[in-house]
């Protein structure tokens, strides 16, 4: 069971984040010095995983936001080039020309014959 925290205890991965907006290129041993003079104790093992946790925010964001602007591209909604294949997308395409053939079987028989 996980021990509650003490009334007026700091929550020392929030400081941390705080200190990354104020700061975002401190290093390690800057962060724990100036949280040190506020009276937070940290490893730098905490320092690194709180700084990952942030960057793995980042570049899931960042991924979803490329994904949902190449289906929006693929859907014709936007007017920005493409500039990639994606496979998705290729896939989906070929998907629904078997639609219009009259299903995927009829689309690789007509391909073999």
Do not use: C
Not at 41 to 65: E, F, P, W
């Amino acid at each position: 069971m996980a021990k509650k925290r003490q009334s007026g205890e700091v929550n020392r991965s929030a400081a941390i984040r705080e200190l990354f907006k104020a700061k975002p290129d401190i290093t390690a041993s800057e962060a724990i010095a100036t949280l040190a003079a506020k009276g937070i104790t940290i490893s730098d093992h905490l320092y690194y995983k709180v700084k990952g946790k942030m960057a793995g925010r980042k570049k899931r964001r960042r991924k979803a936001h490329r994904k949902a602007f190449a289906i929006a591209v693929a859907a014709g909604t936007t007017n920005a080039p493409i500039v990639k294949s994606d496979a998705l997308v290729t896939i989906r395409k070929v998907k629904a020309v078997a639609v219009e053939v009259g299903g995927l079987r009829m689309l690789k028989g007509s391909w073999t014959r």
